[in-house]
């Protein structure tokens, strides 16, 4: 079965740090992407950015380019989510999110779920 746990979450000033990680469980993630996407009350859970765990190819939304960067340690069956330049506007809960195949932007192509870390961002 597999199981995805985010951590890293928290509050940060506008202009700071913060890097998420991903431990996934339960399967070999080498034919699977991984991916990132976020959530705020009242809205539609939106693609953050996605990496192919076997290529390393990764793709992001226009809103975090040059802010943000996905990696994944494959030793440690762990992705990350470093983001830097924060604004209040990432304020969300995160989530990470798995499917077998390349990297996809859409909610409803990911088959597994993590239960998500709250990200503030203050002005």
């Known amino acids: 079965q597999v199981q995805l746990v985010e951590s890293g979450g928290g509050l940060v000033q506008a202009g700071g740090s913060l890097r998420l990680s991903c431990a996934a469980s339960?399967?070999?993630?080498?034919?699977?992407?991984m991916g990132w996407f976020r959530q705020v009350p009242g809205k539609e859970r939106e693609f953050v950015a996605a990496?192919?765990?076997?290529?390393?190819?990764?793709s992001y939304s226009d809103s975090v380019k040059g802010r943000f960067t996905i990696s994944r340690d494959s030793a440690k069956n762990t992705v990350y989510l470093q983001m830097n330049s924060l604004k209040p506007e990432d304020t969300a809960v995160y989530y990470c999110?798995?499917?077998?195949?390349?990297?996809?932007?859409?909610?409803?192509?990911?088959?597994?779920w993590g239960q998500g870390t709250q990200v503030t961002v203050s002005s």
């Open positions: 999110a798995a499917r077998r195949g390349g990297t996809s932007p859409y909610t409803g192509e990911y088959n597994y």
């Open positions: 990496i192919n765990w076997n290529t390393g190819t990764t």
């Open positions: 339960g399967r070999t993630f080498s034919k699977y992407a």
